[in-house]
């Protein structure tokens, strides 16, 4: 677990499962942010830390991001354990690193539409689309079935309300969730479609440190119930 909440070693689990291809471009890792020498980075960039949650730059324009805060913020993530914050454990071993990636959009919105396939045992059970995430309301989270029909279920914040269309590559999302989830109760595997083409974001094992609930509250024994746990062994 600790490999693939690592957001740079999981690169190496999406490549052994012959999946690769959907990786974003990496352009660089570095250990502390002394190293990154922000004159040669392009316009436009994602600067994102391997050991927690929430700690990304994202860049979509240099000349207005104020450097010397962004250096203090990576300090400050490169300094401390993401595990301290909530107890998810499986980040508590990653060594710290920042790394590079480039900045993708779909163009149509201005922005990242996420795609976070909730599987279970291997099969993925819905898909929350997210979106929103720096708008002044906040991210939003809309829920659909394997049959992009709408659920309306909620979590932890209101729905976008969008009349989102099917992606036209959903089937083949669903096949790569199903190929990164195999052997776990329960993961989440966020994907992007970018021009027709798939990209991997994160595979997570307790979103929102597992404390956020769902409504209406039936929702909560409907993913209950699908979290079926291993017997344990001697």
């Not at 104020?66 to 400050?76: A, I, M, P, V």
């Not at 401390?80 to 909530?86: I, Q």
């Not at 979590?155 to 669903?174: I, V, Y």
């Not at 979103?207 to 291993?230: A, E, M, Q, R, W």
Request: charged content about 25%; glycine content about 10%; some cysteine.
């Amino acid at each position: 677990m600790t490999r693939l909440a690592d957001k740079y070693n999981v690169r190496q689990y999406v490549t052994q499962k012959k999946l690769g291809h959907i990786l974003n471009e990496l352009y660089g890792v570095y250990e502390c942010a002394e190293e990154i020498n922000f004159e040669t980075l392009p316009d436009t960039f994602v600067l994102k830390a391997t050991h927690g949650s929430g700690m990304n730059i994202i860049c979509k324009n240099k000349r207005e991001l104020d450097l010397e805060r962004c250096r203090l913020t990576l300090k400050g993530w490169l300094g401390g354990n993401y595990y301290d914050m909530g107890r998810e454990w499986a980040y508590k071993d990653i060594r710290p690193k920042i790394i590079y990636e480039k900045y993708i959009e779909n163009e149509e919105r201005g922005e990242l539409i996420d795609y976070k396939f909730y599987c279970y045992g291997g099969k993925p059970e819905v898909v929350f689309v997210c979106c929103g995430r720096f708008s002044p309301e906040g991210v939003k989270y809309d829920g659909y079935d394997m049959q992009w029909n709408r659920i309306p279920v909620y979590k932890g914040r209101p729905a976008a309300g969008l009349n989102l269309t099917k992606p036209g590559n959903f089937d083949e999302m669903f096949d790569i969730a199903t190929r990164l989830s195999g052997g776990f109760p329960f993961i989440r595997v966020d994907l992007y479609s970018v021009d027709n083409r798939i990209y991997f974001g994160e595979l997570t094992f307790y979103p929102d440190n597992g404390v956020v609930s769902f409504s209406p509250d039936k929702y909560n024994y409907f993913f209950g119930d699908l979290f079926v746990l291993p017997e344990k062994t001697n």
